[in-house]
């Protein structure tokens, strides 16, 4: 394939990827469900289409699923219910512009082929709006129920990468823990721009160049700005030796939004308890050490929901918007190089 970059700066992949991420600047996003529900593992799913739709009218740029198999008590979080896969396919009819992330898939979980097929249906359905985070899985409570090891998640989740993108070339030819494929065989549908995103999940049981040479982004943790800056430092220099471009970096952050705009900052699990204007400093320090996407996660957040959004789309999402138009041909080191 031939090695282009989009406008942003970033390589060229679907619509999602280049509204989503810009390579000097940062943009926002929320974890699905789009609600609070601070006491229990399980959330309502009370109006989450609507507020779906509601973050894109206000200008959100992407909204990210989660793929919780079983709902473990020791975890104490069952993401949002649904099949990640199921749950995309409605989003892709009700919503027109957002982009549709996964963070992240469990890939070690599910047959590669079914992987390559689901995902690539829901950038087709969406028209080129999915990113797909992908990670090896970190409950060990899972894999005995679906018979599977925990112990070589990290080896078939390069398996399911390669697998993945042999397979979505048209008539591929591979053989590993997935399967054989002896170029007779062509899988469908494809993807608007020939493949789409996956983003790496912290390590994910892989040597960080591994990572940084055949995944197209990092999803990482919340951390402190400071030690985030380390993190992608480290990210950036790796994709340096590897690539002709940069990658981009996205992370989560719980928040719990005060009443009082010029509240100041206290930590709470994964995120921040703050005034929007505490937030916005708290952003921009982000996007000073290099992160390129936040996506919000309202889960222990006490105030209303809607106010919530409102308010972060008048004080905060101002600050973070790109204007770009979507790449045209899919990149990546990968890609690139295969």
């Not at 990210?235 to 690539?243: D, M, N």
């Not at 222990?300 to 138009?325: C, Q, S, W, Y």
Request: proline share 6%.
């Amino acid at each position: 394939m031939t090695s282009s970059t989009n406008t942003t700066g970033f390589a060229a992949f679907n619509r999602g990827f280049s509204t989503t991420f810009n390579e000097n600047a940062m943009t926002l996003g929320l974890v699905v469900p789009i609600e609070s529900y601070p006491y229990g593992p399980v959330p309502t799913m009370q109006e989450h289409i609507e507020r779906v739709q509601l973050a894109e009218q206000l200008g959100f740029k992407a909204v990210w699923l989660r793929d919780v198999l079983f709902n473990v008590p020791s975890f104490g979080d069952a993401g949002q219910v649904f099949d990640p896969f199921v749950y995309l396919g409605a989003l892709s009819v009700a919503s027109k512009d957002i982009a549709l992330g996964v963070a992240s898939l469990v890939l070690p979980q599910r047959h590669a082929a079914q992987v390559a097929k689901a995902a690539a249906s829901v950038d087709v359905l969406s028209d080129g709006r999915l990113l797909l985070g992908v990670a090896s899985g970190d409950r060990p409570e899972e894999y005995p129920a679906i018979n599977r090891g925990f112990d070589d998640r990290g080896e078939r989740f390069r398996d399911s990468i390669e697998y993945i993108r042999l397979a979505l070339k048209g008539f591929g030819q591979i053989e590993n823990s997935f399967g054989k494929l002896d170029g007779s065989l062509d899988l469908l549908p494809k993807p608007t721009k020939g493949g789409f995103p996956m983003l790496i999940t912290g390590g994910s049981q892989q040597t960080p160049n591994w990572g940084a040479k055949h995944l197209d982004g990092l999803i990482t943790y919340p951390r402190s700005p400071k030690i985030q800056g380390h993190v992608i430092e480290s990210f950036r220099s790796r994709v340096s030796e590897v690539c002709r471009y940069n990658k981009p970096v996205m992370q989560p952050l719980y928040i719990d939004i005060e009443t009082q705009d010029d509240a100041p900052i206290s930590p709470i699990h994964l995120g921040v308890r703050c005034g929007v204007n505490a937030l916005l400093s708290y952003l921009k320090s982000l996007e000073a050490c290099g992160v390129n996407h936040v996506a919000f996660n309202l889960r222990f957040n006490r105030a209303n929901v809607e106010d919530t959004l409102a308010k972060l789309a008048e004080v905060v999402l101002p600050h973070f918007t790109i204007h770009t138009e979507s790449g045209q041909a899919l990149t990546s080191c990968q890609g690139a190089n295969a």
